[in-house]
């Protein structure tokens, strides 16, 4: 609870990646994946209730395991490859009414850190903002991007932009991470997003920003961990 708002946090996991099987039960640095999420979850000063939303029977073993609460299995239908993120959320709103905000934490952010939890809630809520999300600084600037045509000619991505400026001289630009996204359950409802103009950033180090979306940023947030550098 943060000033005497009630707080709901979410973790959403299904079953049914891709490009890498199991990939929310996948082991790292010894224990499954979305353990990572739910013990730093769990040291939240300010979360009421921390619950998995989940079709995948194998998932929701592990999360409870790991004293992950799991109320109801995620519908089928809400658990598909186009089904939007948002969609989830809502329907963990509608079988779970009572709520003032909603902390939405995916398990693929394993190297956020319970500050990063708490900082992202106390932004949203001390800022009175309907909504915040995580963000990183990105490591390549759009600033020296192309596009091509169908002549495979570059063109820059933004006109007026040049590869002689210095980086240091780049507008700073940040990236969705992922790993915490806080917003007030009634303006949710309204918006359906968590991204408008209204939405507070919550920047955090890139080290702290890993998103394992494939078998290679497993292994490299394994060799992160293993090393102590995360």
Same mark, same amino acid.
């Given at each position: 609870?943060?000033? &005497?708002?009630?707080?709901?946090?979410?973790?959403?996991?299904?079953?049914?990646?891709?490009?890498?099987?199991?990939? &929310? *039960?996948?082991?790292?640095?010894?224990?499954?994946?979305?353990?990572?999420?739910?013990? $730093?979850? /769990?040291?939240? /000063?300010?979360?009421?209730?921390?619950?998995?939303?989940?079709?995948?029977?194998?998932?929701? +073993?592990?999360?409870?395991?790991?004293?992950?609460?799991?109320?109801?299995?995620?519908? =089928? $239908?809400? =658990?598909?490859?186009?089904?939007?993120?948002?969609?989830?959320?809502?329907?963990?709103?509608?079988?779970?009414?009572?709520?003032?905000?909603?902390?939405?934490?995916?398990?693929?952010?394993?190297? !956020?850190?319970?500050?990063?939890?708490?900082?992202?809630? $106390?932004?949203?809520?001390?800022?009175?903002?309907? %909504?915040?999300?995580?963000?990183? %600084?990105?490591?390549?600037?759009?600033?020296?991007?192309?596009?091509?045509?169908?002549? /495979? !000619?570059?063109?820059?991505? #933004?006109?007026?932009?040049?590869?002689? *400026?210095?980086?240091?001289?780049?507008?700073?630009?940040?990236?969705? &991470?992922?790993?915490?996204?806080?917003?007030?359950?009634?303006?949710?409802?309204?918006? /359906?997003? #968590?991204?408008? +103009? $209204?939405?507070?950033?919550?920047?955090?180090?890139?080290?702290?920003?890993?998103? *394992?979306?494939?078998?290679?940023?497993?292994?490299?947030?394994?060799?992160?961990?293993?090393?102590? =550098?995360?």
């Amino acid at each position: 609870m943060f000033d &005497n708002k009630k707080i709901l946090a979410v973790i959403p996991a299904r079953g049914g990646s891709k490009g890498l099987p199991d990939k &929310n *039960i996948s082991m790292l640095a010894g224990k499954p994946l979305i353990a990572w999420t739910v013990e $730093e979850a /769990k040291k939240s /000063k300010y979360i009421d209730r921390l619950i998995l939303s989940s079709e995948n029977s194998k998932i929701i +073993k592990v999360a409870k395991q790991f004293g992950c609460e799991v109320p109801f299995v995620r519908p =089928a $239908e809400l =658990a598909q490859d186009e089904t939007p993120g948002i969609e989830v959320v809502l329907h963990v709103l509608a079988s779970l009414p009572g709520y003032d905000y909603v902390v939405v934490l995916q398990p693929t952010s394993p190297l !956020r850190k319970v500050t990063d939890i708490d900082g992202g809630i $106390e932004a949203c809520l001390s800022q009175c903002a309907s %909504a915040c999300v995580s963000l990183t %600084a990105s490591s390549k600037s759009p600033y020296w991007m192309y596009s091509l045509d169908e002549g /495979k !000619r570059m063109k820059l991505l #933004f006109e007026g932009s040049s590869q002689s *400026i210095r980086r240091q001289d780049l507008p700073k630009v940040y990236v969705l &991470n992922g790993a915490v996204s806080c917003a007030k359950v009634t303006w949710l409802l309204e918006k /359906k997003s #968590f991204l408008t +103009k $209204e939405t507070l950033a919550y920047v955090m180090p890139k080290e702290r920003s890993v998103d *394992i979306d494939s078998r290679l940023d497993l292994l490299l947030c394994d060799l992160l961990l293993s090393k102590g =550098a995360a």
